[in-house]
């Protein structure tokens, strides 16, 4: 399929923003492909509506088989990244078709400088569903939704958010929140909401140490679970969010 002189050149500049794939097999290269494209889509360097290049043309740039190349553009098409069709080729998709929340995707969008009017998307997202999740996991915890939160403050304590051993307790505790409401829809939003957790801690400490400590605001959203205080549970999240947003902001405009 021909593509006029700017759809080429976006396409070109989308090239060259993926560096060359090492060989290999199985799900590692093909993983490896997509987390390539999947960064220079979201990163813009293909634009909605650009067309890939052919499935010959781009294994080959890639230096991998063709099959590794159709695996990886399967899962940038199930992520709602890209559309395939039989002489068509692969077009990029609208934003709004992209699926936002999942954990590579998050990932692929903070792998450079993240779009402000994302960072700021997720976390209303945050302000919407976790203040709302902490004061129903305050009615509905039970003894192992405490214990789990419980463990995972005290890994946040033992290694602080400046390690991924204490990023991943807190993606824990967010997860254990959500699990502590028993409702089979928020638990399911729980590695979304990890993820951004995540991603966004370790954006602020890209070019500073963390602000400030963000683990006692943690503690008061267990302590207001653990006593059953839905209204204070609810405030201490709202709380930890916004502060979270503060800081996140303060971040991105150094």
Do not use: C
Not at 94 to 114: K, M, Q, T, V, Y
Not at 198 to 225: G, S
């Amino acid at each position: 399929m021909k593509v006029d002189s700017d759809e080429q050149a976006d396409v070109d500049a989308g090239k060259a923003a993926i560096q060359r794939a090492p060989r290999g097999t199985g799900r590692r290269l093909h993983g490896a492909i997509a987390n390539r494209i999947g960064t220079a889509i979201v990163s813009g360097d293909y634009a909605p509506g650009d067309i890939l290049s052919g499935e010959v043309a781009f294994s080959e740039e890639l230096n991998v088989s063709r099959s590794a190349y159709r695996e990886a553009i399967q899962v940038l098409a199930a992520k709602g990244l890209v559309v395939s069709k039989p002489k068509a080729g692969t077009r990029v998709l609208p934003r709004e078709r992209w699926n936002l929340l999942d954990p590579d995707i998050l990932a692929w969008a903070f792998a450079g400088e993240p779009d402000p009017q994302f960072v700021r998307a997720l976390f209303e997202l945050r302000a919407i569903v976790e203040p709302a999740a902490a004061g129903l996991a305050a009615q509905r915890r039970d003894r192992d939704d405490l214990k789990a939160m419980k463990e995972a403050l005290a890994a946040m304590r033992q290694h602080t958010l400046a390690t991924e051993e204490g990023r991943a307790a807190d993606r824990r505790f967010h997860a254990a929140m959500l699990h502590a409401t028993h409702n089979d829809v928020l638990i399911v939003m729980s590695a979304s909401i990890g993820a951004a957790v995540n991603w966004t801690t370790q954006f602020k400490q890209r070019a500073r140490a963390l602000p400030r400590n963000p683990i006692p605001d943690h503690a008061r959203v267990q302590e207001a679970i653990a006593a059953q205080d839905a209204a204070g549970a609810t405030e201490a999240m709202r709380l930890l969010v916004e502060q979270a947003l503060e800081d996140t902001s303060s971040a991105m405009t150094r």
